[in-house]
């Protein structure tokens, strides 16, 4: 089902933002987001793609490695999505397996919770709320 309302396609998206006057390295510069390397540890980091600079509202995180990591926790949920290898979710007494494409939420109330890669070389996002943020 369509629901984009007529006339607003991806034709008049491109027509509305018009970036002709701009050469391709000038809006490769002006629209891209450094990754900010925010913890690393003995085969593995974290790095924000996205942050408080970007939105109020939410932050993601890029997990690179080959050893476990303690994901962030203060008492905010993360929605883990594996995108790179295979690893698994511990937290307490529970695990999860997660391969390339499939995710998990961890509820903030989870506690610590590590990401185990399975040996090989492992990729996840992580997308959290930002501190502070308590409805939209």
């Given at each position: 089902?369509?629901?984009i309302?007529p006339?607003?396609?991806?034709?008049?998206c491109?027509?509305?933002?018009?970036y002709t006057?701009?050469?391709?390295?000038?809006?490769r510069?002006?629209s891209?987001i450094?990754?900010?390397?925010v913890a690393?540890g003995?085969g593995?980091?974290?790095?924000?793609?996205?942050?408080?600079?970007?939105?109020?509202?939410?932050e993601?995180?890029?997990y690179?490695?080959?050893r476990?990591?303690?994901?962030?926790?203060?008492?905010?949920?993360?929605?883990?999505?594996?995108?790179l290898g295979?690893?698994r979710?511990?937290?307490?007494?529970?695990?999860?397996?997660?391969v390339r494409g499939?995710a998990?939420?961890?509820a903030a109330?989870?506690g610590?919770?590590w990401?185990e890669?399975?040996?090989?070389d492992?990729?996840?996002?992580?997308c959290?709320p930002?501190?502070?943020?308590?409805?939209?």
């Open positions: 089902r369509n629901t309302p006339g607003r396609d991806l034709d008049f491109l027509e509305v933002f018009d006057a701009y050469s391709p390295e000038a809006v510069e002006r891209l450094a990754p900010v390397r690393s003995p593995w980091e974290l790095d924000r793609l996205v942050g408080g600079a970007q939105t109020r509202c939410f993601l995180l890029r690179r490695g080959r476990p990591m303690a994901l962030p926790h203060d008492d905010r949920c993360t929605l883990v999505i594996q995108t295979s690893s979710l511990r937290a307490a007494e529970s695990s999860t397996a997660l499939s998990c939420l961890c109330a989870a610590a919770t990401v890669p399975d040996g090989a492992c990729e996840a996002l992580l959290r930002l501190s502070g943020v308590s409805k939209l």
